[in-house]
């Protein structure tokens, strides 16, 4: 059975205030976007769907997967920044390697501070969790050649970065003027 645009709208309206309620189990904000994703998933499936009384059951059940999936996510994030809290740098021990090595560790960060949230997110899901990019996609939902693009176009601009804050600094360690 060919399932249409029409037939689809009426199951959305049957059911989208339980499916909404059902995604109420997540926070607030996030149950609009879970019941979204619910209707997304059937839309793509909707041949799958069986007819009548079943269909919000099935609904159901794709409601809890992707619940589910927001709450590994949450997990898998709240996990990261309180890794990225408590991250410490080992300090080398020859007096001249720590102060380079220091001045090189801020400039880096500053230049990961400076890069858009969505660059920021990839590079440290791969930096610092050692997330490979098909866990990347699956963490953030999204294609592994997305994930590719992000990645490389994040370390581009986070190069870029580092490179604006290496050339500034002879300038600011001269004073500007040029003269002492």
């Known amino acids: 059975m060919t399932r249409t645009e029409s037939w689809f709208d009426r199951l959305y309206e049957q059911h989208y205030k339980e499916v909404l309620a059902c995604a109420r189990r997540a926070t607030p904000p996030d149950a609009d976007a879970a019941a979204a994703e619910v209707f997304t998933v059937a839309w793509r499936r909707r041949d799958d769907i069986p007819g009548g009384d079943r269909s919000l059951p099935w609904l159901y059940?794709?409601?809890?997967k992707v619940?589910?999936?927001q709450r590994r996510t949450t997990e898998r994030f709240r996990r990261l920044a309180t890794r990225a809290a408590t991250v410490q740098e080992p300090l080398p021990s020859a007096p001249d390697a720590v102060v380079v090595q220091r001045e090189e560790y801020i400039q880096v960060r500053d230049a990961v501070r400076?890069?858009?949230?969505?660059?920021?997110?990839?590079?440290?899901?791969?930096?610092w969790e050692g997330l490979s990019h098909s866990q990347i996609a699956e963490a953030l939902g999204l294609s592994q050649a997305a994930i590719d693009k992000r990645l490389t176009r994040?370390?581009?601009r986070l190069s870029k970065q580092y490179e604006l804050k290496m050339h500034r600094l002879p300038a600011s360690a001269a004073g500007g003027s040029g003269s002492l």
């Open 61 to 64: 059940g794709v409601a809890r």
């Open 67 to 69: 619940l589910s999936h």
């Open 114 to 127: 400076r890069l858009r949230p969505n660059d920021r997110e990839v590079l440290l899901l791969s930096a």
């Open 154 to 156: 994040a370390e581009q």
